[in-house]
């Protein structure tokens, strides 16, 4: 039991990072490399997409950037870096949603398995651990949103619940001094 919990929190790990990189863009990273490039492909596509529909919002029009992080979210390019990601949890009994509520981006994992679910209620050190472990990913994805979205602020949350909707764990990751540095110089 505890071999399938590591596996999911790895997978869960995993996708989350690739959701980020890909949804982001990779912005951040001025490296050369053809991943970055496609990253900024596609975020370019996407700035393009953006710009035909600025007639939507005077905010957008004028910075470049998303209203909101529900928006952001809503973007028909994050939401295909979702299904994706959301269609890679299909078969380990956990579920994903990416929600967002005022200057927080919220990822809650759903134990959909019961059994699982309790297994993991009885002793949460694992996803406390998992979080710990991936704190400084977080932390760099809050301090990124500032370039795609106009938010003051930004907050990460993860939220891992149990089967019935309760909540097992949850953490807040604001952006690192580093990542808040880095933003404020593109």
Do not use: H, W
Not at 6 to 12: A, P, Y
Not at 29 to 44: I, K, L, W
Not at 135 to 160: C, H, K, M, Q, W
């Amino acid at each position: 039991m505890k071999n399938r919990i590591r596996k999911m929190l790895l997978l869960v790990c995993a996708a989350t990072a690739a959701l980020l990189i890909t949804a982001c863009g990779g912005s951040s990273d001025n490296a050369a490399s053809d991943d970055t490039t496609q990253a900024e492909d596609t975020a370019d596509d996407a700035a393009a997409e953006e710009d035909a529909a600025a007639d939507d919002s005077a905010d957008e029009a004028v910075t470049g950037k998303y209203a909101s992080i529900q928006e952001f979210i809503d973007s028909d390019m994050m939401q295909e870096s979702l299904q994706q990601q959301i269609s890679s949890l299909e078969g380990t009994g956990m579920s994903m949603t990416i929600t967002g509520e005022d200057n927080k981006l919220v990822y809650n994992f759903t134990f959909d398995d019961p059994e699982l679910s309790t297994a993991i209620a009885a002793d949460v050190s694992q996803l406390e651990s998992s979080l710990d472990s991936q704190a400084s990913t977080f932390e760099s994805v809050a301090g990124i949103l500032p370039a795609a979205i106009d938010v003051e602020n930004p907050v990460v949350v993860v939220r891992y619940l149990g089967s019935d909707g309760t909540e097992l764990i949850s953490r807040e990751f604001a952006p690192s001094d580093d990542s808040a540095a880095d933003t404020a110089t593109e």
